[in-house]
C-alpha cells in the first residue's frame, strides 16, 4: 500500500491567482497522477507524472495552465495557474504502488479549491 | 473512449437491506476494474479490484463481479449500515495506467 499526504486540503483563492498542490508519498513510485474532480462529476485525470521527465496531459489539459514538477520519486507538485471560478473543484494526487504494474491506485484526502 | 456509467446516481435504504450498484463501461478492454468508496475530505479508499481475468472478488460483506464481455459489474453490500453511507465510484483501466472513473452513486444508509 501507499500512504499520501496532500497540502492544503483546502483553500480559497482570488480569480486571477495561483496555487500549489503538494503530494508526498510515503514510498518510492514510480507513476504520480493528478486528478480533477469537478461537482457532481467523475474524476477526470490530468496528467501523469513521472520523475525525470515532463508530465503527459491530457485532452483538454495543458502545462501552461497546469504545471507539474516531479523531483523526485516520493513527491510531486501540481500548480493551478491564474484561476477562474471554473477551477473550483478537488484535485487528488494518486499512485500506482507497484511502479508500473497494473496494481491499485491509491489516492491522496484531495484538496478543495474555491475560486472567488 | 471509454466511458463508465453508475446507476443509480443516488440511493436511499433502511439499516439492514442488501443493495446493488451498478457499473457499465463501453470499452471491453480493459486490465482491471475497480470499486472505490469517497468519504468527505478524506478522498478515495479502494474497497475491490477485479483483474480482467476474474469474475468477482470479495471482502468482508461486499463482493463485485465482472462480466467483461458485456461491459458490466455490479458491487453487492450485504447487510448495509450507517457506516456504510458514501459516495461509490467504479473506475476501469485501460490504456498505459488510465483510470475512467464513473459519477458515482451516493448511498445513504439510514439507521
Known amino acids: 500500500s501507499a500512504v499520501i499526504s496532500q497540502k492544503p486540503s483546502r483553500d480559497i483563492c482570488q480569480r486571477g491567482t495561483s496555487l500549489t498542490i503538494q503530494c508526498q508519498v510515503d514510498?518510492?513510485?514510480?507513476?504520480m497522477f493528478w486528478y480533477r474532480q469537478q461537482p457532481g462529476q467523475s474524476l477526470t485525470l490530468i496528467a501523469t507524472?513521472?520523475?525525470?521527465?515532463?508530465?503527459?496531459?491530457e485532452s483538454g489539459f495543458v502545462i501552461d495552465k497546469f504545471p507539474i514538477s516531479r523531483p523526485n520519486l516520493t513527491f510531486s507538485t501540481l500548480t493551478v495557474s491564474n484561476m477562474s471560478p471554473e477551477d473550483s473543484s478537488i484535485y487528488l494526487c494518486?499512485?500506482?504502488?507497484?511502479?508500473?504494474?497494473?496494481?491499485?491506485?491509491?489516492f491522496g484526502a484531495g484538496t478543495r479549491l474555491s475560486v472567488l | 473512449k471509454q466511458e463508465v456509467t453508475q446507476i443509480p446516481a443516488a440511493l436511499s435504504v433502511p439499516e439492514g437491506e442488501n443493495l446493488v450498484l451498478n457499473c457499465s463501461f463501453t470499452?471491453?478492454?480493459?486490465?482491471?476494474l475497480q470499486w472505490f468508496r469517497q468519504d468527505p475530505g478524506k478522498g478515495l479508499t479502494s474497497l475491490l479490484l477485479?483483474?480482467?481475468?476474474?469474475r468477482e472478488q470479495t471482502s468482508g460483506r461486499l463482493n463485485a463481479s465482472l462480466d467483461k464481455s458485456s461491459g458490466r459489474s455490479t458491487l453487492y453490500i450485504a447487510a448495509s449500515q450507517p457506516g456504510d453511507s458514501a459516495t461509490y465510484l467504479c473506475?476501469?483501466?485501460?490504456?498505459?495506467?488510465?483510470?475512467?472513473f464513473g459519477k458515482g452513486t451516493m448511498l445513504l444508509v439510514s439507521p
Open positions: 494518486s499512485v500506482e504502488a507497484s511502479g508500473g504494474v497494473r496494481d491499485i491506485q491509491y
Open positions: 514510498s518510492q513510485v514510480t507513476m
Open positions: 507524472a513521472n520523475q525525470g521527465s515532463e508530465a503527459t496531459y
Open positions: 470499452d471491453s478492454a480493459i486490465y482491471n
Open positions: 477485479i483483474q480482467s481475468s476474474q
Open positions: 473506475a476501469v483501466l485501460s490504456g498505459y495506467s488510465t483510470l475512467t
